[in-house]
T-cell receptor, first 118, second 115 residues
Framework: GAVVSQHPSWVICKSGTSVKIECRSLDFQATTMFWYRQFPKQSLMLMATSNEGSKATYEQGVEKDKFLINHASLTLSTLTVTSAHPEDSSFYIC??????????????FGPGTRLTVL | DQQVKQNSPSLSVQEGRISILNCDYTNSMFDYFLWYKKYPAEGPTFLISISSIKDKNEDGRFTVFLNKSAKHLSLHIVPSQPGDSAVYFCALLPGPGAGSYQLTFGKGTKLSVIP
């Protein structure tokens, strides 16, 4: 199946610093990439949807100035957590979708990035 | 308010027996239903899905049942194997009229298959 990678897999940073997470589709071109966040014992919550070359669409309650998403190519999307604080500590997962025709287009998930903000 | 509920956070099953994972939803806009399996420190992987026009879909040891009137779906694994031990998420998609194809996930059920 299709492979999606994320880098880094684990990052620890100081409060106030910015962290960039990369999401790459390794063997396919993704028309759409999604960013999710998962807190312990919670479901995956969609943060934003990004299409290559256009601005990301953020879910309600997600600050677009804090979570900057860049989808510069069909194989790469980045999420930058700006001025991170301890409450941003979470597991961030991206997914990539190949087609645009509807629900049968499978989303392939990356392995996730665990962010710990001290 | 949670739209998708997996009321059992954990489930233990003996190897060889049937595992039944349940998922309930509240909004009738959901039209397509998926199950994902997740190991620790890994992203979810797609397992099986069902559209609202069906009530059952089977793939090897995995069968998904959908009861639209009850807004309930379940995943049956039989026979269960130790390698099935993971967290299972149900994920729901709205129909075409919603204008988006964004997954809404349940909180997951941790399945432990005991050898």
């Amino acid at each position: 199946g299709a492979v999606v990678s994320q880098h880094p897999s684990w990052v620890i940073c100081k409060s106030g610093t910015s962290v960039k997470i990369e999401c790459r589709s390794l063997d396919f071109q993704a028309t759409t990439m999604f960013w999710y966040r998962q807190f312990p014992k919670q479901s995956l919550m969609l943060m934003a949807t990004s299409n290559e070359g256009s601005k990301a669409t953020y879910e309600q309650g997600v600050e677009k100035d804090k979570f900057l998403i860049n989808h510069a190519s069909l194989t790469l999307s980045t999420l930058t957590v700006t001025s991170a604080h301890p409450e941003d500590s979470s597991f961030y997962i991206c997914s990539a979708r190949v087609g645009t025709s509807g629900p049968t287009d499978t989303q392939y998930f990356g392995p996730g990035t665990r962010l710990t903000v001290l | 308010d949670q739209q998708v509920k997996q009321n059992s956070p954990s489930l233990s099953v003996q190897e060889g027996r049937i595992s039944i994972l349940n998922c309930d939803y509240t909004n009738s806009m959901f039209d397509y239903f998926l199950w994902y399996k997740k190991y620790p420190a890994e992203g979810p992987t797609f397992l099986i899905s069902i559209s609202s026009i069906k009530d059952k879909n089977e793939d090897g040891r995995f069968t998904v049942f959908l009861n639209k009137s009850a807004k309930h779906l379940s995943l049956h694994i039989v026979p269960s194997q130790p390698g099935d031990s993971a967290v299972y998420f149900c994920a729901l998609l709205p129909g075409p009229g919603a204008g988006s194809y964004q997954l809404t996930f349940g909180k997951g059920t941790k399945l432990s298959v005991i050898p």
